[in-house]
């Protein structure tokens, strides 16, 4: 599967001339997964080269307005447009409100179907929010000044390669024999010999994932979603001379989410939701790296592949070839 990050807004608060507020799509085959929906949102979906009508599913962390006052906006665009698809929401207790609050103002109402899933904070400890055949969105509660939750995209696993010259050596011939053998059943040859996918199939491949985290302090639940990601994205509000407006502002420094990664085991951290007082980021990336190496920060608009760590090394190698 071709799984993409872009990485829309990486400011904190108010939106300046480099950065906008948070914002982050996940693109896979074609469809878009949206985590939060700042201010400004469905323009940096037209420059990143997206469809507004690709956005099938909008993850909302938390109700301050930099993360979520996008997002009227964007489903008044979709209705413009004339979307038929269903547009899926999830976010905090109070989302709906809001909405109907705003449609009601604009006299707005999509045709298209609105499917908003609130969380309620005094009940939810954790769970999966979406689930498909090919992956699932798990959530879990952070700690910030209001309920907020951190989100874990993670691919199931696929089923393992066919070693396509020992099947023939074993008789497998037909198109089918090879998908059932895949699919993990066994086929029985015309000779009556039982050819059983263990023979043929190498183990599963572990699937992708991708962890979004903002706004938070260090927490227990930072570093569970977080655990064995191939990528985090998690905000890095300030530097470590800032620790207590940190602590004060219910946000990480930039050595806490390094802290976070290391904790977890992730392939990669993406430093984010940099405060407007960093005009460069590259004290925030050293900090963090002296914690953990394997960091950058988020750039706005560039796209990277998402992909399981052992096939994510096969690809950059192939790339510098």
């Given at each position: 599967?071709?799984?993409?990050?872009?990485?829309?807004?990486?400011?904190?608060?108010?939106?300046?001339?480099?950065?906008?507020?948070?914002?982050?799509?996940?693109?896979?085959?074609?469809?878009?997964?949206?985590?939060?929906?700042?201010?400004?949102?469905?323009?940096?979906?037209?420059?990143?080269?997206?469809?507004?009508?690709?956005?099938?599913?909008?993850?909302?962390?938390?109700?301050?307005?930099?993360?979520?006052?996008?997002?009227i906006g964007l489903i008044?665009?979709?209705?413009?447009?004339?979307?038929?698809?269903?547009?899926?929401?999830?976010?905090?207790?109070?989302?709906?409100?809001?909405?109907?609050?705003?449609?009601?103002?604009?006299?707005?109402?999509?045709?298209?179907?609105?499917?908003?899933?609130?969380?309620?904070?005094?009940?939810?400890?954790?769970?999966?929010?979406?689930?498909?055949?090919?992956?699932?969105?798990?959530?879990?509660?952070?700690?910030?000044?209001?309920?907020?939750?951190?989100?874990?995209?993670?691919?199931?696993?696929?089923?393992?390669?066919?070693?396509?010259?020992?099947?023939?050596?074993?008789?497998?011939?037909?198109?089918?024999?090879?998908?059932?053998?895949?699919?993990?059943?066994?086929?029985t040859l015309d000779s009556?010999?039982?050819?059983?996918?263990?023979?043929?199939?190498?183990?599963?491949?572990?699937?992708?994932?991708?962890?979004?985290?903002?706004?938070?302090?260090?927490?227990?639940?930072?570093?569970?979603?977080?655990?064995?990601?191939?990528?985090?994205?998690?905000?890095?509000?300030?530097?470590?001379?800032?620790?207590?407006?940190?602590?004060?502002?219910?946000?990480?420094?930039?050595?806490?989410?390094?802290?976070?990664?290391?904790?977890?085991?992730?392939?990669?951290l993406l430093l984010g939701?940099?405060?407007?007082?960093?005009?460069?980021?590259?004290?925030?990336?050293?900090?963090?790296?002296?914690?953990?190496?394997?960091?950058?920060?988020?750039?706005?608009?560039?796209?990277?592949?998402?992909?399981?760590?052992?096939?994510?090394?096969?690809?950059?190698?192939?790339?510098?070839?």
């Amino acid at each position: 599967m071709n799984t993409y990050l872009i990485p829309l807004g990486t400011g904190s608060a108010i939106p300046t001339t480099k950065r906008n507020v948070s914002a982050f799509a996940l693109v896979r085959e074609g469809h878009v997964l949206l985590f939060d929906c700042g201010e400004g949102t469905q323009m940096r979906l037209l420059k990143a080269g997206l469809k507004r009508s690709r956005v099938r599913h909008i993850f909302i962390s938390h109700l301050h307005g930099d993360h979520f006052y996008g997002l009227i906006g964007l489903i008044s665009s979709l209705e413009l447009i004339q979307r038929r698809d269903p547009l899926y929401v999830y976010g905090p207790k109070g989302l709906q409100a809001y909405l109907d609050f705003m449609f009601s103002l604009s006299d707005l109402q999509p045709s298209y179907e609105l499917i908003v899933h609130e969380v309620d904070p005094e009940r939810f400890e954790g769970g999966v929010l979406l689930d498909t055949e090919e992956y699932f969105v798990e959530a879990r509660p952070l700690v910030h000044r209001i309920f907020c939750m951190g989100f874990r995209f993670q691919e199931k696993p696929r089923p393992g390669k066919v070693n396509a010259e020992r099947a023939r050596e074993l008789g497998i011939t037909e198109d089918w024999q090879f998908k059932a053998l895949k699919a993990g059943v066994p086929v029985t040859l015309d000779s009556g010999r039982v050819v059983r996918p263990e023979e043929v199939v190498g183990p599963p491949r572990p699937g992708a994932s991708f962890v979004y985290i903002t706004d938070s302090r260090f927490c227990p639940n930072a570093i569970l979603l977080s655990m064995d990601a191939d990528v985090l994205y998690h905000e890095a509000t300030f530097s470590h001379a800032l620790q207590e407006k940190a602590e004060q502002t219910g946000h990480a420094t930039a050595v806490e989410a390094a802290r976070v990664a290391q904790a977890a085991g992730v392939g990669l951290l993406l430093l984010g939701h940099f405060s407007a007082r960093y005009g460069d980021t590259s004290e925030l990336v050293e900090e963090a790296r002296q914690v953990f190496p394997n960091t950058r920060a988020a750039e706005e608009l560039r796209p990277l592949r998402l992909l399981p760590r052992s096939a994510r090394q096969t690809y950059e190698q192939s790339r510098r070839s």
